[in-house]
């Protein structure tokens, strides 16, 4: 029997030792703190940059790992497993910069993707609006062009790190006769006049990673800054969401793995009616149905970045699509289903903060529900199915 294409290789296992050794050491023991101060990671992001798992995605002619779909899902997970909020400083700084991998020119890469590879900074991605979140084309934001530059003015709504990271793709109608393909791709600079931010959300989950609104008024760009042709960013920005949706299914495998494995060892110690809990068959069926649910998961993510790592590289991949909407909802169902379970399984423990089960079921709902909810996943499969 031929070992399937997403089989993980010998040095992707080696990746996931070295990972997971950095997450158990150096992001576990902060994630609580991170959770509950609501406050970013930043000594979590050193260690990450140290260790040149920040972005691992980012081609090595730019100063990056060079690293496979594959392996950037693998570090995403493991990092995932310790803390959510972590886990999207690889995630997020792919979302933002696919776009410029997808669309940009080789000077706009090499202007970018190079302090980004070295951590000098982070970088989001704007797409949502107050009134344009699944419907990312009713978007308001406007570029206007003025010579060779072009003028911003628009607010960005739910941008993960935002404020924390120093580079952001910013999607921004053109041309409002045009509809989505009146819609451009920019990038904007923290240090750019007239970008500011609004207060940090106040959330059930990812505390440890700021969600705030990123506020443009009158801000003037290089028209060197924009993301491929005019009238191209929303385009490039379903395309960049087919590769990212893989990541987050990346994070909440990562999530439900870490309840999954602190609850197999609770329930191995935990006594009642001395003995074990774990010896009892009600909870050996919870623990089963949760491992299933997450390998399942598991598998399709992998397959799904495959096919991500085979488009990238130009190869046709018809359904990569379906793959990532499908490994996105399938995960994030899985990890809502599994730390839900685990809380459970800690019975009133499980409630508390002392115990980490807590804080990754509610980490694992926001993966229900960024880069396009389930319900959302749901119909873009439905249409490639039915095309």
């Not at 690293?67 to 995403?76: F, K, N, P, R, Y």
């Not at 000077?107 to 970018?112: T, V």
């Not at 980490?363 to 319900?375: L, R, S, V």
Request: aromatic share 8%; proline share 4%; charged share 20%.
């Amino acid at each position: 029997m031929s070992v399937p294409l997403y089989s993980p290789s010998e040095e992707h296992e080696m990746l996931r030792e070295a990972v997971r050794a950095l997450a158990d050491e150096k992001v576990a023991p902060r994630a609580a703190f991170a959770d509950e101060n609501e406050e970013f990671p930043a000594d979590v992001y050193k260690d990450l940059v140290a260790a040149d798992f920040h972005a691992v995605h980012i081609p090595e002619e730019y100063g990056g790992a060079g690293a496979d779909a594959l392996a950037t899902v693998i570090v995403i997970e493991e990092i995932a497993r310790a803390c959510a909020s972590s886990s999207l400083i690889p995630a997020v700084n792919k979302l933002g910069t696919v776009p410029l991998l997808l669309s940009g020119s080789e000077e706009l890469k090499a202007q970018y993707l190079t302090p980004v590879a070295r951590g000098d900074g982070m970088f989001s991605y704007a797409l949502s609006e107050a009134e344009a979140g699944s419907d990312a084309a009713a978007m308001k934001t406007r570029a206007v062009a003025d010579g060779d530059d072009y003028i911003l003015n628009g607010t960005k709504s739910w941008i993960t790190n935002a404020g924390i990271s120093e580079y952001y793709t910013v999607m921004a109608v053109t041309d409002p006769s045009a509809g989505p393909r009146g819609i451009s791709a920019f990038v904007v600079e923290k240090s750019d006049e007239g970008v500011s931010f609004g207060p940090k959300e106040k959330k059930l989950g990812i505390k440890g990673s700021p969600t705030r609104q990123v506020i443009l008024e009158n801000v003037r760009i290089p028209a060197s800054r924009m993301i491929g042709a005019p009238g191209t960013g929303f385009k490039t920005a379903l395309a960049t969401l087919d590769h990212t949706r893989i990541t987050i299914a990346a994070q909440a495998l990562g999530i439900a793995q870490g309840a999954l494995d602190y609850a197999i060892g609770y329930v191995k110690q935990r006594k009642q009616f001395g003995r074990p809990i774990a010896d009892f068959q009600g909870l050996q069926f919870m623990i089963a149905d949760m491992a299933m649910k997450l390998e399942a998961a598991r598998q399709l993510t992998y397959a799904a970045a495959t096919k991500s790592e085979l488009a990238m590289h130009g190869t046709p991949v018809k359904d990569l699509t379906f793959f990532s909407s499908a490994a996105k909802c399938a995960a994030s169902d899985a990890a809502m289903d599994i730390t839900t379970d685990a809380v459970q399984l800690l019975g009133g423990y499980g409630y508390t903060r002392d115990y980490p089960v807590e804080r990754m079921m509610r980490d694992a709902k926001i993966t229900q529900i960024y880069e396009g909810t389930n319900q959302i996943q749901r119909m873009v499969m439905a249409r490639q199915l039915l095309k």
